[in-house]
């Protein structure tokens, strides 16, 4: 039954769409970078505790690449986060109507499901040499308000996973 509920989270996570975009120098020989660390203050935006989920996520993912967690790095990442409410669009509608020779009518909606965030998500890799913005990922997505804490780590999991398909980018076939 607890795996059910896992996938339960899975599939209703998965529902909601990821946007991302990427930006980055091209001049910029992405293979040089082995080492990352992160600025100080990384997560404008966020708690703490998303903080720790992120870069958790990004520290796993970016090992998974090859690059190594470094005091003396050479590349720094920031984390940057701007939150919205979400306008709801899923609503139940509830009418009167009458008849006859004269009309008259009144409806509503109410709405439905919990309140979601739109959250726009910002890597950004800045060179340490040079003090850089050499490669940025954008990820907008929605969160559920009341998410529960394994929720939010499905979530950031999905997210950084996304951004990271960006990095290191492909080289232009000329």
């Known amino acids: ?83 919205r409410e979400s306008e709801r669009r899923n609503t139940i509608g509830v009418g009167l109507g009458g008849g006859g020779n004269v009309g008259f009518g009144i409806s509503g909606g109410i709405p439905i499901g919990s309140k979601k965030i739109n959250q726009e998500l910002i890597i950004d890799f800045v060179e340490s040499k040079s003090d850089e913005l050499v490669w940025q990922g954008i990820a907008n997505s929605e969160l559920k308000q009341r998410s529960t804490p394994q929720e939010r780590v499905m979530h950031y999991r999905k997210v950084i996973t996304e951004i990271l398909k960006g990095y290191p980018p492909k080289k232009a076939s000329k």
């Open 1 to 83: 039954m607890r795996y059910f509920k896992y996938l339960f989270l899975l599939v209703l996570i998965s529902c909601s769409s990821t946007k991302v975009v990427y930006d980055y120098d091209s001049q910029t020989n992405f293979t040089a970078y082995k080492t990352f660390n992160f600025f100080e203050d990384a997560g404008k935006g966020l708690n703490e505790l998303d903080v720790k989920r992120i870069t958790n996520e990004l520290t796993n993912k970016l090992k998974a690449k090859g690059m190594r967690l470094s005091d003396k790095p050479d590349v720094f990442i920031n984390i940057v986060s701007q939150e």
